[in-house]
């Protein structure tokens, strides 16, 4: 059984970093592309930032400069480093495991709150 957990979230303060974590279960992580994405209320989910099992990073435009996706394949982990926080940035943070060579097999964690907020 796949399992994704995100943990990480939380308020802070415009100009703030948090730091995100997923954790894997399963044998999906080492050969899987990890990636983060956000909802927002009323928006659709989106494609924050990406990383391959040869760590190869993709970022939103919105994030670039501020955003750091890293992975662990030791802790089979994945990371989003998120600095210069903006109140745009509010939104639940979902981890997602994807086969490259299967896309159909992807696999989501719960999602964590991030508010950035003064």
């Known amino acids: 059984q796949v399992q994704l957990v995100e943990s990480g979230g939380g308020l802070v303060q415009p100009g703030g970093s948090l730091r995100l974590s997923c954790a894997t279960s399963?044998?999906?992580?080492?050969?899987?592309?990890m990636g983060w994405y956000r909802q927002a209320p009323g928006k659709e989910r989106e494609l924050v930032a990406a990383?391959?099992?040869?760590?190869?990073?993709s970022y939103a435009d919105s994030v670039k400069g501020r955003f750091t996706i890293s992975r662990d394949n030791a802790k089979n982990t994945v990371y989003l480093q998120m600095r210069s926080l903006k109140p745009e940035d509010t939104a639940v943070y979902y981890c997602?495991?994807?086969?490259?060579?299967?896309?159909?097999?992807?696999?989501w964690g719960q999602g964590t709150q991030v508010t950035v907020s003064s």
């Open positions: 399963g044998s999906i992580f080492s050969i899987s592309t």
């Open positions: 997602n495991a994807q086969n490259p060579i299967v896309p159909t097999l992807t696999y």
């Open positions: 990383i391959t099992v040869g760590h190869i990073t």
